[in-house]
């Protein structure tokens, strides 16, 4: 049986969070009819699946759910993996849930790798390689980052740079096949893939906006208790892990270690962000051109 669902993409900072939540309410057509979803939101978030690490990935809050079920939102401690195949295995039951009970599920989140894998499948199985993986140890994060790009561009446009984990796993998939396979079923209509009828709500505001809204949303982050965050984390987990955590936990840890000034922290992770959100926009051009869908232009409230 084909399962329908809604996947809300978006930048980081461009409201997806807010909009799902409208949508599993309801919401208004162009005739001002009511558009009953009665769903359930399934994150898509390779960082909000850990506990304590709220106030850095912008987590939403009990209140702002309003009373809809929200899926795979704290079920890790920080020091514990997890996987695109966690993910797939995980959301792959979820949907089966929500569906038998009749209702819609709705992925939400910006972690693009488990929308693919989810809905295009996993990357072909490749063993891991003890001795390249010791090898590949060695070169820092950025170095990591640059082999990918050089030997598998399209690849290395959907990593996150700062995941060590994951760009030495491309790196042995790449060692091995020459590239890490597209994972695009030929015989899939567009808008239905591995068994979904997928319907996609991608929001992307304009660059200005959009950069305006990550600035208040650091701003904000900062003001709450950001550093504080990063702290007990970073005491809980040690700095490799943190650093592996995303750009506010890598960056604010380097304050931490008296690698940089206090007043260097708004303005790095304002870059750092933006150029994160650039290679966010890059593969919903990509989706965009695959799918036929057409961006909005959205002014809510949060990620």
């Known amino acids: 049986m084909v399962r329908q669902i809604l996947c809300i993409a978006g930048p980081t900072a461009s409201g997806k969070s807010s909009r799902a939540v409208e949508e599993a309410l309801g919401r208004s057509t162009s005739t001002g009819e009511a558009l009953a979803r009665d769903g359930e939101i399934i994150s898509v978030d390779s960082r909000q699946v850990y506990r304590g690490l ?62 693919n894998a989810l809905i295009n499948g996993l990357p072909a199985r490749v063993d891991a390689d003890p001795a390249l993986r010791k090898e590949l140890e060695q070169p820092s994060t950025e170095e990591l980052y640059a082999r990918v790009v050089e030997r598998d561009a399209r690849r290395a446009a959907e990593l996150d740079p700062l995941n060590r984990r994951r760009l030495i796993r491309a790196l042995e998939i790449i060692t091995s096949l020459g590239a890490v396979p597209q994972r695009y079923p030929k015989d899939c209509p567009i808008g239905q893939s591995c068994g979904y009828q997928v319907e996609w709500i991608v929001i992307d505001p304009p660059r200005e906006e959009l950069q305006e809204r990550i600035d208040a949303r650091l701003e904000q982050a900062l003001g709450r208790g950001l550093v504080d965050e990063v702290r007990r984390v970073r005491e809980a987990v040690g700095d490799t892990r943190l650093s592996e955590l995303g750009l506010e936990y ?53 990620s």
């Open 54 to 115: 709220d106030i850095g990935t912008e987590k939403i809050s009990a209140e702002e759910m309003r009373g809809v079920p929200h899926h795979l939102i704290d079920i890790r401690e920080p020091e514990e993996s997890y996987s695109a195949g966690d993910f797939v295995q995980d959301a792959t039951r979820l949907i089966e849930d929500i569906s038998a009970r009749g209702k819609l599920p709705i992925l939400v989140g910006g972690t693009h790798f488990y929308f």
């Open 250 to 302: 890598k960056i604010v840890g380097e304050f931490l270690r008296n690698e940089r000034t206090e007043d260097s922290l708004l303005p790095m992770l304002s870059a750092k962000l933006w150029q994160y959100a650039r290679r966010q926009k890059a593969w919903l051009r990509k989706l965009r051109d695959e799918h036929t869908i057409s961006a909005e232009l959205s002014h809510p409230d949060r």
